[in-house]
């Protein structure tokens, strides 16, 4: 047996205890779903076969999110139609890396959207075939899984529509639906796993979109500094006593009192990082109108003036919806790892935390559509690098990913 297939078989071998039958509780970001199929290399058909015959990869997943994003459960969007499956969040890890995807072969989803660029990418705009240039940021693909409408203007109704939209953009990856199928069944190893995972489809660019949309559902971030404090609130102004109390009475909410205080100690948020966040959630600077929830993003659409002093500025939703209200005004980003993903807004305009702070210091660039939200906040000096501090104390980790394991 070759050393490859070796590993993937001693893998199985440790994972192949549940029948096909049951599903299996996973934590999104925490539990290991997207770092790709054990070994080294390309993906050689023996390794993909085995992993196709344990049947625990094909078990249906029944996720949670992690602390911070775990409020959110009730907004968790898409896997009623879509299932969740260890084989199919690999199968699109595998199309997400992969620049075959792409009409030339040098543009995968990853491009524009790169684990070590916070899924984003360091450029002003994206960057496509013949090295074409869009008109807009690239938005972060994680925590999507809490969100239906995707790009800045929401043109897509669900995550598995926008996963393909970028084939068949010809400044994004130039290609066809039907040709990147068709490149994609000349490649045994896709074909093996579409088959498999999708026994009544086989490869379309409608099953394609289903495994691209799992493996972005399964791009959750980690804790933050911000949640270990928020779970710790609830145990700070306990005195010795209560706490003497609470280890004799009930020592499972104790273990947790101790797990909370270790964890704030090991994740410290900064003096200042703390005065932020209650600028954050105040009324001074009202973040929050907008950035609320689990994933600290509203999940609608608002004018904040950026690029709305040229001549034909970007109308965002307005073009997907037609609504004058909808002119200039763009989806809600998430603060959580925002640090990562710079530069900033739907045009990258804003190179750092700092003059996106900025920005809305002044109360954004008059307009006849500008959000109400926006107004003028007459921060300090020191309330805005409060602000940012705050923005970068709301870091948590990305799930391990392997980018380089595709097909042969």
């Keep these: 047996m070759k050393k490859t297939a070796l590993v993937a078989a001693v893998f199985i071998a440790a994972t192949s205890l549940l029948s096909a039958e049951d599903a299996v509780n996973v934590t999104l970001g925490i539990d290991d779903l997207t770092s790709g199929i054990p070994g080294h290399g390309p993906l050689k058909n023996d390794e993909l076969k085995a992993w196709l ?7 249906t997943l029944n996720v949670d999110l992690p602390l911070g994003m775990s409020l959110g459960r009730s907004q968790i969007k898409g896997l009623k139609e879509n299932p969740l499956t260890r ?30 660029e916070g899924y984003s990418r360091h450029t002003r705009f994206g960057v496509g075939v013949e090295a074409l240039e ?28 926008q996963a393909i939209g970028p084939i068949a953009n010809p400044i994004e990856m130039g290609n066809t639906h039907e040709k990147c199928v068709a490149d994609l069944l000349k490649i045994p190893g896709y074909k093996m796993q579409f088959d498999r995972i999708f026994p009544d489809e086989g490869l379309t660019i409608d099953t394609a979109a289903k495994a691209i949309a799992s493996f972005e559902r399964a791009i959750v971030t980690g804790p933050t500094p911000y949640d270990y404090r928020e779970s710790f609130r609830r145990f700070a102004n306990l005195e010795a006593e209560d706490l003497e109390d609470m280890k004799e009475d009930d ?25 932020g966040q209650e600028l954050f959630f105040g009324k001074k600077a009202g973040c929050s109108n907008c950035h609320v929830g689990a994933n600290l993003a509203d999940e609608l659409y608002h004018n904040l003036g950026i690029g709305m002093e040229k001549d034909e500025p ?35 305009s804003l190179a750092t935390l700092e003059q996106t702070v900025e920005h809305y210091n002044k109360g954004g660039t008059p307009n ?14 020191q309330e805005k690098l409060d602000l940012v501090e705050f923005m970068r104390a709301c870091t948590g980790s990305f799930p391990k990913v392997s980018p380089g394991r595709l097909p042969e």
């Design 53 to 59: 015959d344990n049947e625990s990869n094909h078990q």
């Design 87 to 116: 084989a199919k969040i690999e199968l699109g890890r595998q199309l997400y890396f992969d620049p075959r995807l792409s009409s030339d072969t040098t543009i995968s989803c990853a491009t524009c959207h790169h684990p070590q």
């Design 134 to 161: 869009g008109g807009r940021n690239s938005p972060v693909s994680y925590n999507r899984i809490l969100s239906n409408e995707q790009f800045w203007d929401g043109r897509a109704a669900s995550l598995e529509e």
């Design 314 to 348: 970007d109308l965002g939703r307005y073009e997907v919806t037609k609504m004058e209200k909808d002119k200039g005004a763009f989806k809600t980003p998430t603060i959580r790892n925002v640090a990562l993903s710079a530069p900033y807004m739907h045009d990258g």
């Design 251 to 275: 020592p499972e909410l104790y273990a947790e009192y101790e797990e909370a205080k270790k964890a704030v100690a090991e994740n410290p948020m900064s003096v200042s990082a703390i005065r």
């Design 368 to 381: 006849k559509w500008l959000s109400d939200k926006i107004t003028p906040l007459k921060l300090t000096p």
